[in-house]
């Protein structure tokens, strides 16, 4: 909840969170919303590098993830995304545990403790493949939608997608699992990046918001024709 | 200072992408420290992987070599032995071979150091006062070699080659 108002917040610019935010501290406090605004840059276009594949492949998701965000207003989840955070979180701190270790102990007195670090952090990294490739693949945005009755669990939508090297195809996946029912839903599309950004590499969200609401819709129609 | 556009990209992340990012790095530089450290647990040595910095053991080993080494508590030092060993107070390895050893009952031993290429033994190296070394100073066996400059060596093999066969022809021997 605290995430969704913190988008919500960024994009519709600073003012709207600081006037709640109470008379004597609102000159400080928009101040700094201020300074925040001027350091995000979500309203200006994008801009890449459009022979750089994973820059192409990067703005495509982020902008794809903006449309379901602020355009349908649901809500993001970072389960997944937290999820390879903490994992990574502890394969570096067994790393600074070793390295702390042996420089307090010098070494054949830290071999015990370094040998544990070391396994510990072969198996985190072997952990964190089989998380990537298993559980995450190439989702990158999970969101829930509230439903408005408060009965039912959320709606799931879930985007992936994928390009490939050197390649100019891009496929981008929207998955919908109903909540009541945990039926699950996809609805894909296979264009060229060429479509969506114009010689100088800036991506033309005129070109690119039709497709992803088109994707959304009819995974959301056929629910309704239900 | 805010219309940076290179730093684009770094502004339209949020927290957790930024976070993610240095993570990467950590976990790149902790790939190399724990690889560095798993080897230093296996071969039980201080140091696995030494380079050769001077040319004291030529022909065998030159500058620019390295050495992988192990020093397990089995393993006995003997006489004709490539050993690296740490002087007191000295941080620089060295990388010499073992001339002489004295060895006890008890199976403590001392011995002396001596390069292919030098001229004396070691002695003058040693900390004042101290005419042999120990199993403590040994930093590890030399048990593999990789050699860096190899095109440059054979280069020089080959060069040296046709030079002499090509002075061969022009002064045949009658």
Sequence with gaps: ?226 | MLSLDFLDDVRRMNKRQLYYQVLNFGMIVSSALMIWKGLMVITGSESPIVVVLSGSMEPAFHRGDLLFLTNRVEDPIRVGEIVVFRIEGREIPIVHRVLKIHEKQNGHIKFLTKGDNNAVDDRGLYKQGQHWLEKKDVVGRARGLFISDIIRRTDQWRTGLICSLYWNCDNPHE
């Design chain 1, 1 to 226: 909840m605290a995430a969704a108002a913190s988008q919500g917040g960024r994009s519709g610019g600073g003012g709207g969170g600081s006037g709640v935010g109470g008379g004597p501290s609102c000159g400080t406090s928009s101040s700094r919303t201020g300074l925040l605004d001027k350091w995000k840059i979500d309203d200006k276009p994008v801009k890449i590098d459009k022979w750089d594949g994973s820059a192409v492949k990067n703005s495509l998701d982020d902008s794809a993830k903006k449309v379901l965000l602020e355009k349908y207003k649901y809500v993001e989840n970072f389960g997944l995304i937290d999820g390879r955070l903490t994992i990574c979180t502890i394969s570096c701190f067994f790393a600074i545990v070793a390295l702390i270790w042996d420089y307090m102990h010098p070494f054949p007195e830290s071999k015990p403790v370094l040998a544990l670090c070391v396994i510990s952090y072969f198996v985190m990294m072997g952990i964190l493949t089989i998380y990537t490739s298993y559980k995450e693949k190439s989702i990158f945005l999970v969101a829930h939608r509230k439903d408005p009755t408060g009965m039912d669990p959320d709606d799931i939508w879930q985007l992936s997608s994928s390009l490939k090297r050197f390649d100019d195809k891009y496929t981008l996946k929207l998955t919908f699992i109903s909540g009541r029912t945990k039926q699950q839903r996809e609805a894909e599309f296979t264009k060229s990046i060429a479509k969506f950004f114009d010689h100088s590499g800036t991506l033309v969200m005129d070109a690119y918001e039709p497709e992803i609401s088109r994707l959304h819709d009819s995974l959301a129609t056929e629910r309704k024709i239900k």
